[in-house]
Nanobody, 113 residues
Framework: QVQLVESGGGLVQAGGSLRLSCRASRIFSGNVLGWYRQAPGKQRELVAGITDGGSTNYADSVKGRFTISRDNANTVYLQMNSLKPEDTAVYYC?????????WGQGTQVTVSS
């Protein structure tokens, strides 16, 4: 079992920045950590992912603006710059691997125009 606890969401004006954090209770070798988001009336979508080797991938809509990273303390971060109103969503942390898929409770990000 893996518990994921997110923090760092909030309200920000367009053009501003936020940093999301997600601390995992444990990380299995080979797991991919990621951030997903879900806006009202839309499907949940992948924002960014990072492997335990440090390889990253991003949704086209956030490339050049968002950066995913992880540290040695089971925490994954999402640095979000140049935020746009269309980035408004609930952001979920995800851990995915051969031991299963786990989700955090989500954190709201609201970008005002």
């Amino acid at each position: 079992q893996v518990q994921l606890v997110e923090s760092g969401g909030g309200l920000v004006q367009a053009g501003g920045s936020l940093r999301l954090s997600c601390r995992a209770s444990r990380i299995f070798s080979g797991n991919v950590l990621g951030w997903y988001r879900q806006a009202p009336g839309k499907q949940r979508e992948l924002v960014a992912g990072i492997t335990d080797g440090g390889s990253t991938n991003y949704a086209d809509s956030v490339k050049g603006r968002f950066t995913i990273s992880r540290d040695n303390a089971n925490t994954v971060y999402l640095q979000m710059n140049s935020l746009k109103p269309e980035d408004t969503a609930v952001y979920y942390c995800n851990s995915n691997g051969w031991r299963g898929t786990y989700w955090g409770q989500g954190t709201q990000v609201t970008v005002s125009s």
